[in-house]
Nanobody, 127 residues
């Protein structure tokens, strides 16, 4: 059973930065998609960034390209999301998620394709 625990959310002004962390446990082999998703009040959950541990491939939604960076420390089994140049529209609850992609097709930024989820961490960006 994969367990994911996010941390690092908070409140910042527009233009500021935050780094989210997601500590993962319960698996030790490669081949997982790990991603960051967000959900604002009244909106659907959307994919922000994802990483395939098998090849190190990364995926970003267009609105965060050039501002957000997803990375992973395999020794610590921790996923990160560095968020720079934050905008008020980035305000949301951010979730870490994972799914094994070794034997199936996974749409990296589709929350419906992910199986394991963390509890979320709130990010609030004020103008």
């Amino acid at each position: 059973q994969v367990q994911l625990v996010e941390s690092g959310g908070g409140s910042v002004q527009a233009g500021g930065s935050l780094r989210l962390s997601c500590a993962a446990s319960g698996y030790t082999y490669p081949g997982y998609y790990m991603g960051w998703f967000r959900q604002a009040p009244g909106k659907e959950r959307e994919g922000v960034a994802a990483l395939y541990t098998g090849r190190g491939s990364t995926y970003y939604r267009d609105s965060v390209k050039g501002r957000f960076t997803i990375s992973r420390d395999s020794a610590k089994n921790t996923l990160y999301l560095q968020m720079n140049s934050l905008k008020p529209e980035d305000t949301a609850m951010y979730y870490c998620a994972a799914v094994y992609g070794g034997s199936r097709f996974v749409e990296a930024l589709d929350p419906g394709d992910y199986v394991y989820w963390g509890q979320g961490t709130q990010v609030t960006v004020s103008s």
